[in-house]
């Protein structure tokens, strides 16, 4: 059974940084894409970053840019998600994604870690 296990959430002040990680199991990831998500309290659920595994491509959402990285581990599965310089508007539940390269929505969800940044 595939899964998706998210780790390295917490509580930081702001200005302050946060390594998140999302290990996944029982999938070949070399036609995959894979993303960080979160939703805020009353807030929808909204696109953070994303690499495609095969050539490292990534984008960002442009409230994260030049804070946030998203980077790979191809030897153990894992995508990872740098955050640096977090503000108290950071604050969400995170979820890592995957999908397939030839599709647009994304099929496996992780059960998501609380991020949350003190003023």
């Known amino acids: 059974q595939v899964q998706l296990v998210e780790s390295g959430g917490g509580l930081v002040q702001a200005g302050g940084s946060l390594r998140l990680s999302c290990a996944v199991s029982?999938?070949?990831?070399?036609?995959?894409?894979m993303a960080w998500f979160r939703q805020a309290p009353g807030k929808e659920r909204e696109f953070v970053a994303e690499i495609t595994w095969s050539t490292g491509s990534l984008r960002y959402a442009d409230s994260v840019k030049g804070r946030f990285a998203i980077f790979r581990d191809n030897a153990k599965n894992t995508v990872y998600l740098q955050m640096n310089g977090l503000k108290p508007e950071d604050t969400a539940v995170y979820y890592c994604?995957?999908?397939?390269?030839?599709?647009?929505?994304?099929?496996?969800w992780g059960q998501g870690t609380q991020v949350t940044v003190s003023s």
């Open positions: 994604a995957v999908r397939n390269i030839f599709k647009m929505e994304y099929d496996l």
């Open positions: 029982a999938r070949s990831l070399a036609t995959s894409v």
